[in-house]
T-cell receptor, first 113, second 112 residues
């Protein structure tokens, strides 16, 4: 059973479209994250949620809106997609922020054409 | 602003060799340091987590050390195997926040 699962694995879309990426974790963790890995493989945090509450919002354009319906899910909605949004987006979770290791999903490769 | 640097960017070794990957960070005010492994097309797998009060952690053939005052960590891999081939990333949890700041990784290739 996959601990942190993301869908879809690949997403190809045109500029201007709106798309969502879903993430679910079955580990019972309290904290969930979204990370972006750019073409140079550099990973950078976007958001973190703890028990459905936003904790970190790392200067991300407001076209990106995370939504956490419950502590096991953290979805990422992106409006008006731009070419520069092309990247791999990773969802992650941890039992306790700061002191627990992160568990990552396998990523969603977003390509904007 | 915290910056994490990993040297070398890529490393190729013959099977069986012991090796060391290096990580340095500019701000010693960290909660912990984690080493991850990333396989192509996959997410990251946490290997070792060292709390700021600890000096090292061991798991099987892996040993990670932390010298917080000098801003350095090393990941030692003993008796390397082709299955160890992957990109290894170092990340620190920045003090005063819950942000994990990553290095760019070291791509390791272990040749049979």
């Amino acid at each position: 059973d996959t601990a942190v699962s993301q869908t879809p694995k690949y997403l190809v879309t045109q500029m201007g479209n709106d798309k969502s990426i879903k993430c679910e974790q079955n580990l019972g963790h309290d904290t969930m994250y979204w990370y972006k890995q750019d073409s140079k493989k550099f990973l950078k945090i976007m958001f973190s949620y703890n028990n459905k509450e936003l904790i970190i919002n790392e200067t991300v354009p407001n076209r990106f809106s995370p939504k956490s319906p419950d502590k096991a899910h953290l979805n990422l909605h992106i409006n008006s997609l731009e070419l520069g949004d092309s990247a791999v987006y990773f969802c992650a979770s941890s039992q306790e922020a700061i002191i627990s290791p992160l568990h990552f999903g396998n990523g969603t490769r977003l390509t904007v054409t | 602003k915290q910056e994490v640097t990993q040297i070398p960017a890529a490393l190729s070794v013959p099977e069986g060799e012991n090796l060391v990957l290096n990580c340095s960070f500019t701000d010693s005010a960290i909660y912990n340091l984690q080493w991850f492994r990333q396989d192509p097309g996959k997410g990251l797998t946490s290997l070792l987590l060292i709390q700021s009060s600890q000096r090292e952690q061991t798991s099987g053939r892996l040993n990670a050390s932390l010298d917080k005052s000098s801003g350095r960590s090393t990941l030692y891999i003993a008796a390397s195997q082709p299955g160890d081939s992957a990109t290894y990333l170092c990340a620190v949890t920045q003090g005063g926040s819950e942000k994990l700041v990553f290095g760019k990784g070291t791509k390791l290739t272990v040749n049979p």
